[in-house]
């Protein structure tokens, strides 16, 4: 099974400034064949459910404003706010979908 | 635009049994993937399971161990939950949820609101 882990668990970023996540899996998520890299990027604010930000690793979701990317292959990954606003308080999973059982990080609490 | 409602949540004691169900609308059900995910209070995503657009296969996390069974009407638009000999551990809310293609090899692109389920004497 593929193990992912995020880092940090949690952060605190100042307006404006850019924040970091990394997520690591325990097995390559790339699929060789296509060229893709079967890992997404959720946003979940208090009482709220997930929402899809980035599907296969960078591609961002019609809709999910351009300071939000995704980048990294194989097993190393990264989700960058480029310019924090105070709506991006939430946390934050990535999530591979290349093998069963799927599987999420932890998460990573993301405050100002 | 695409819905997601669950129902069927509740207090159950240890040991008894629970279906749950999720009403689709907004896209045709029948053409995606459909998993489920639950969230223990205060702790992260956990993926339960996932079934095929036409219920042919379906894939299970291991802590489900045989206790869960997933399964859908493409008639009616509804997935559901079986969910049994349940534990303490299963007090989550759990999450219907849309993957972007007919399998499992897809992201997941629409979330329900979920329902809580507790678990307790």
């Known amino acids: 099974d593929i193990v992912m882990t995020q880092s940090p668990d949690s952060l605190a970023v100042s307006l404006g400034e850019r924040a970091t996540i990394n997520c690591k899996s325990s097995q390559n998520v790339l699929n060789s064949s296509n060229n893709k890299n079967y890992l997404a990027w959720y946003q979940q604010k208090p009482g709220q459910p997930p929402k899809l930000l980035i599907c296969?690793?960078?591609t961002r979701e019609s809709g999910v404003p351009d300071r939000f990317s995704g980048s990294g292959s194989g097993t190393d990954f990264t989700l960058t706010i480029s310019s924090l606003q105070a709506e991006d308080v939430a946390l934050y999973y990535c999530h591979q979908y290349y093998s069963t059982p799927h599987s999420f990080g932890q998460g990573t609490k993301l405050e100002i | 635009q695409v819905q997601l409602v669950e129902s069927g949540g509740g207090v159950v004691q240890p040991g008894r049994s629970l279906r749950l169900s999720c009403a689709a609308s907004g896209f045709t059900f029948s053409n995606y993937g459909m998993h489920w995910v639950r969230q223990a209070p205060g702790k992260g995503l956990e993926w339960v399971g996932v079934l095929w657009y036409d219920g042919t296969n379906k894939y299970y996390a291991d802590f489900v161990k045989g206790r869960f069974i997933i399964s859908r009407d493409n008639s009616k638009n509804k997935l559901y939950l079986q969910v049994n000999s349940l534990r303490a551990d299963d007090t989550a809310v759990y999450y219907c949820?849309?993957?972007?293609?007919?399998?499992?090899?897809?992201?997941?692109?629409?979330w329900g609101q979920g329902t809580l389920v507790t678990v307790s004497s």
């Open positions: 296969w690793a960078s």
């Open positions: 949820a849309k993957s972007r293609v007919r399998g499992v090899a897809g992201p997941i692109d629409y």
